[in-house]
């Protein structure tokens, strides 16, 4: 047996109408043509994994459309360069997360404070998630620091029952109110995706708000909620959905394949950079859960964006005067975590070598520049003397990740 199992009805069908798509790109063509046709799910230990470049080649030449409604497109970011794109129906395939995960109901007002525009989806998934529902909800978006005290103020008005938002947005949110000694004692739950959850959650929301539990959704644009995550879960441990078929490979490596019958994007066995492994959950709901151990493809998750850091470096590596890149990230125990960008300089530099490489980075579309033009204080560019090596070893690393416990 090589793990690929499920019971999803139509499942074996769906896989082999993905396989004969992914037959009709021509750049693809070849690495399926000696397949033989999947007998039954299990076959699938025969097909290759695939990767972004591999589905955003298949998604251009297949153009999916919506059997229904509208075809929304999403942007996944992590690089400095175009788009990775997803494609969903209108309603974002939230009928079966809300059949299996139901943190909310009618009688809930709901704040959805995940940022809206520039083709994020976390937005619009969660608001198609409150349609099934029935709550009230308010469609926040994204504020900055300073409106804090106001929106604060207003949810303790009109006694808020549940907030959600990427875990970054948690911390900002939750800290302030602590800090400033705010109480929301009406809210139950808090609703969270798009990144690992923060410890510093753990301490801030019973402060602010004691009644209040975490509820998680695990996925990305490419392939969708994937696994949702209770109260009584450990904030790493999830459950896949039963259209999920979830395989763990070489490295610890998982690759997904979409088992919904009208998805629109391609994914067979898709490889996503993440690790984990099976477990039993402690929330004692029957059958194997997944527990995620972390990136393993070069990409590190910065303030809830995929940051791909060999891209980034790249980038960067070739702008005039630069001799060396490192990046270094510091993680707070009690605020944001905080980017470095190492520069050694080329002995021609120009003394502004610095400020130019901030202005280019701030000057992206895509990739790192949307994050840090929003918060471009969560960078800085340094020039330093040598590039920092590993004494041991003598080695230098692309990132240096540092944890500060103050």
Not at 45 to 68: C, G, S, T, W, Y
Not at 195 to 218: C, F, K, M, S, T
Not at 291 to 319: E, M, N
Not at 366 to 386: C, H, K, M, T, Y
Request: charged content about 20%; proline content about 6%.
């Amino acid at each position: 047996m090589s793990g690929f199992h499920s019971t999803y009805p139509g499942g074996r069908d769906t896989a082999r109408a993905m396989l004969g798509g992914l037959r009709t790109v021509p750049a693809l063509a070849d690495r399926y043509s000696d397949l033989v046709a999947l007998d039954s799910l299990e076959d699938l230990v025969h097909v290759p994994v695939m990767f972004k470049e591999d589905l955003n080649i298949a998604l251009d030449h297949l153009q999916p459309r919506a059997h229904e409604g509208a075809t929304w497109m999403f942007q996944s970011g992590g690089t400095t360069g175009s788009p990775q794109l997803g494609f969903a129906p209108s309603g974002l395939y939230m009928s079966e997360v809300h059949d299996q995960w139901k943190p909310i109901g009618p009688d809930d007002l709901f704040v959805n404070g995940w940022s809206a525009g520039r083709m994020w989806g976390g937005h619009y998934l969660v608001s198609a998630y409150a349609d099934l529902t029935g709550c009230t909800g308010i469609g926040l978006g994204a504020v900055g620091r300073a409106e804090y005290d106001a929106w604060l103020d207003f949810f303790a008005k009109r006694r808020v029952t549940s907030f959600g938002g990427a875990p970054s947005t948690l911390r900002q949110l939750f800290g302030h109110a602590r800090e400033t000694g705010v109480k929301l004692p009406d809210l139950r739950t808090v609703l969270w995706l798009g990144e690992g959850w923060h410890p510093q959650l753990d301490e801030d929301i019973p402060a602010v708000a004691p009644n209040a539990r975490r509820w998680g959704l695990y996925g990305s644009t490419e392939t969708w909620v994937i696994a949702t995550n209770t109260p009584d879960c450990p904030d790493d441990t999830w459950h896949p959905l039963p259209s999920q078929l979830v395989h763990i490979g070489p490295d610890q490596l998982i690759d997904f394949t979409s088992l919904k019958p009208h998805g629109l994007n391609p994914v067979l066995r898709y490889q996503t950079g993440d690790a984990g492994e099976w477990v039993v959950c402690r929330c004692g709901e029957p059958g194997p859960a997944l527990r995620l151990l972390g990136r393993r493809d070069g990409i590190v998750l910065f303030r809830g964006f995929g940051l791909d850091v060999d891209a980034t470096i790249g980038d960067l590596s070739v702008q005039p005067g630069v001799s060396r890149i490192q990046l270094r990230m510091t993680t707070f125990e009690t605020r944001l975590d905080h980017l470095e960008i190492l520069v050694v300089p080329a002995r021609d530099a120009a003394s502004d070598l610095a400020e130019r490489l901030r202005a280019h980075i701030l000057s992206g579309g895509f990739g790192p520049g949307v994050l840090f033009q929003n918060d471009p204080s969560s960078f800085e560019v340094r020039l330093i003397d040598a590039a920092i090596t590993n004494e041991r070893t003598g080695k230098s690393a692309n990132l240096i990740r540092l944890k500060d416990e103050s």
